[in-house]
């Protein structure tokens, strides 16, 4: 089974339409991410949480929100869809605690989200 | 802003031949530097991280990367890449013991013709 579960991994919808993209981990770590991948320009940061009551706006969260559920649980919301939305999102953990600062992350295997 | 540079965004090489990707960034103070891999159609995974000490870090599948201080480099190097090696390759940094999060390079595509 993956460390890190995206759910689903491919989903195409209208503008204007309400996503919800979900990830769970069973990897423990405390430390949850949300990213965009769009060709050339890599991976971009949309918004992380460090714990269960942290929510950290990353590098492109306008358009974006997050629900940081439970450890193991992180859902990244497109309130209004719109095209230019389209690209392959990934989910993201890593240990943050217990003086481990700055560990690898570990990815899903990514949501590819078309809007029409 | 801190930012990552990867100097080649594709690179075509035949079987055997040797590689070297390109990657600095812009930070004045200390990093953790990490290489991830993503094969066509997969998650990024690590290849290889540098945290301290010996400059000269080894990775999964015969890949290094030598981290040189003075010019802010992290190049990743394999003396004789395969097929299977074609994938996408994305440097990234965090400034140690920041709270701050993984700065991603744009990464470099690497196409190995059998």
């Known amino acids: 089974d993956a460390d890190v579960t995206q759910t689903p991994r491919n989903r195409i919808t209208k503008t204007g339409k309400r996503i919800m993209l979900e990830c769970s981990q069973t990897?423990?770590?405390?430390?949850m991410y949300w990213y965009r991948q769009d060709p050339g320009l890599g991976l971009r940061l949309i918004y992380y949480?460090?714990?269960?009551?942290?929510?950290n706006k990353g590098e492109i969260s306008d358009g974006y929100s997050v629900s940081r559920q439970a450890q193991a649980k992180f859902s990244l919301s497109l309130e209004s869809a719109i095209p230019n939305q389209t690209a392959l999102y990934f989910c993201?953990?890593?240990?943050?605690?217990?003086?481990?600062?700055?560990?690898?992350?570990?990815f899903g295997d990514g949501t590819r989200l078309s809007i029409l | 802003a801190q930012s990552v540079s990867q100097h080649n965004h594709h690179v075509i090489l035949s079987e055997a031949a040797s590689l070297e990707l390109g990657c600095n960034y812009s930070?004045?103070?200390?990093?953790?530097l990490f290489w991830y891999v993503q094969y066509p159609g997969q998650h990024l995974q690590l290849l290889l991280k540098?945290?301290?000490?010996?400059?000269l870090v080894k990775g999964i599948k015969g890949f290094e990367a030598e981290f040189i201080k003075s010019k802010f480099s992290f190049n990743l190097r394999k003396p004789s890449v395969q097929w299977s090696d074609t994938a996408e390759y994305f440097c990234?940094?965090?400034?140690?013991?920041?709270?701050?999060?993984?700065?991603f390079g744009k990464g470099t595509k690497l196409s190995v013709k059998p």
């Open positions: 993201a953990t890593s240990d943050g605690g217990g003086g481990t600062l700055n560990q690898p992350q570990h």
């Open positions: 990897k423990g770590h405390d430390r």
């Open positions: 949480s460090f714990d269960v009551k942290d929510i």
């Open positions: 930070y004045g103070g200390t990093v953790n």
């Open positions: 540098y945290f301290s000490g010996d400059p």
């Open positions: 990234a940094v965090i400034p140690r013991g920041s709270q701050g999060n993984l700065i």
